[in-house]
């Protein structure tokens, strides 16, 4: 059974995330794309992670994901949108718990 598990990312550049924690995980991807979505329990933090992304995290050891799913908030809505997968990330991978 995969578990989903979400990080918010304060920032990126060639050499990583800038400041990344992880924040929760859920049994079902819908279940953490909804909390992501709408910002449950402020994971936003007043501005401090403009980004999260959901890793799906099968169990064993040295366990990674091989997909993530990212998203950008928008300070309109109050909610975070899907993005696509940051480029200059493009060589790193197990951004939560990997």
Known sequence: ???YFISMIRGFDKYGTNGNRCVG???TFQEAEEAVINNDCDIYEA???????IE??????????EKSFWYQYNKETKKYEK???PEIL???MGFTIG
């Open 83 to 85: 993005i696509k997968f």
């Open 47 to 53: 501005g401090y992670y403009p980004y999260a992304v």
């Open 25 to 27: 995980y859920f049994e």
């Open 1 to 3: 059974m995969e578990m």
């Open 90 to 92: 493009s060589h790193f």
């Open 56 to 65: 799906g995290v099968k169990p064993g050891l040295y366990a990674i994901s």
